[in-house]
């Protein structure tokens, strides 16, 4: 997705007036913003919700998220009227703020830490409920983009306040690269050009108690040869392998591998500064019952002349996974190269 604004925005031009109130509000200490990873609040009044506005919000915004093995919504929505849109309210993390006036103008404005830390929140004013509408779907994609980048960005700040740890010491020795973690992760498996980092942890189900949680993630390398090194076949070929050969099931002869009747979802980014490739798939163990997510970042360290791939798995059989999955691609995005 793009970053790109496509219809009416400046973000030099729409800020004026707004940025008054908001250096007033910044000049206090801010609370910390509420509400969840993945929440979206939006104020918008009924009628308008209920029409072209609102269901432009739920096309944008609920549509479901690629590379999950069941329906999961790219956010989760919470919808207020003006009405009730009180200061509790306020402190939320991604807000989208929606007015319409007959004789406004066609506004779409981004702006961050207003009522609370790390908030984000978009504008978006109207003359009318078509325009509205108009306006979301044409932008809809920058918009997804933006909100789950300041979810990562959280994410990221979080991950910074870790202490270095031995696994983290043993990434860095092993592949040059930093990662902070936190205490629960361990190393499961350790080979020259391989390595299984895993956090397990049991959560609880409200109604029939706690079940297993697995997040975790392996860094494998090899020679770069040529640039076809990053076709989905090949990333996908190569992940297979090393997964067959070191990451086993809970059975004798099981072993993890990719769907091949899934096609992984490719997305080009740039990780640290450098070129890398994003895969968001699925993956199954052969000859068990297990499976689940997984989203794979592969660059070159082209000091070394190597292929490096960090691929984050999630386990979590009876529970939504898009967080979970979320954590991983933050706290892989997160990296430094040394």
């Not at 989208?96 to 929140?121: A, R």
């Not at 090393?242 to 809970?250: E, L």
């Amino acid at each position: 997705m793009g970053k790109k604004l496509f219809y009416t925005i400046s973000l030099t031009l729409l800020f004026s007036g707004f940025f008054i109130s908001c250096d007033e509000i910044n000049e206090k200490v801010l609370p910390r913003a509420t509400g969840k990873s993945g929440e979206l609040l939006i104020v918008a009044d009924s009628v308008y919700w209920n029409h072209q506005t609102g269901e432009a919000i739920k096309q944008t915004f609920t549509e479901t998220q690629e590379g999950l093995p069941q329906q999961e919504a790219l956010f989760d929505i919470i919808h207020l009227p003006h009405r009730a849109f009180a200061q509790i309210f306020k402190t939320n993390r991604n807000i989208i703020i929606v007015e319409i006036k007959p004789n406004g103008k066609n506004k779409l404005t981004i702006n961050s830490d207003v009522w609370s830390e790390n908030q984000l929140i978009v504008s978006i004013s109207a003359p009318n409920d078509k325009t509205a509408a108009e306006m979301i779907l044409k932008n809809g994609s920058a918009l997804i983009d933006y909100f789950n980048d300041k979810e990562n960005d959280r994410l990221k700040l979080k991950y910074s306040q870790n202490a270095v740890n031995p696994v983290s010491k043993q990434i860095k020795m092993q592949f040059h690269v930093n990662m902070k973690l936190d205490e629960l992760y361990n190393i499961a498996k350790r080979e020259d050009d391989f390595l299984w980092v895993r956090k397990e942890k049991m959560v609880k189900e409200k109604i029939v108690g706690e079940h297993p949680v697995s997040q975790g993630f392996f860094i494998y390398t090899y020679p770069y040869t040529s640039d076809s090194t990053f076709s989905v076949s090949s990333l996908v070929e190569k992940r297979n392998y090393y997964t067959h050969k070191y990451v086993q099931g809970t059975g004798k002869g099981t072993y993890m591998l990719a769907y091949d009747e899934y096609v992984p979802k490719e997305k080009e980014i740039t990780l640290d500064g450098k070129y890398a490739k994003e895969l968001r798939g699925l993956w199954y163990v052969k000859g068990d019952f297990m499976g689940g997510p997984f989203i794979n970042y592969t660059f070159v360290d082209e000091k070394r002349n190597k292929v490096i791939s960090i691929d984050g798995y999630v386990y979590a059989p009876r529970f939504d996974k898009r967080e979970y999955l979320r954590e991983l691609e933050a706290l892989i995005r997160s990296i430094k190269l040394t």
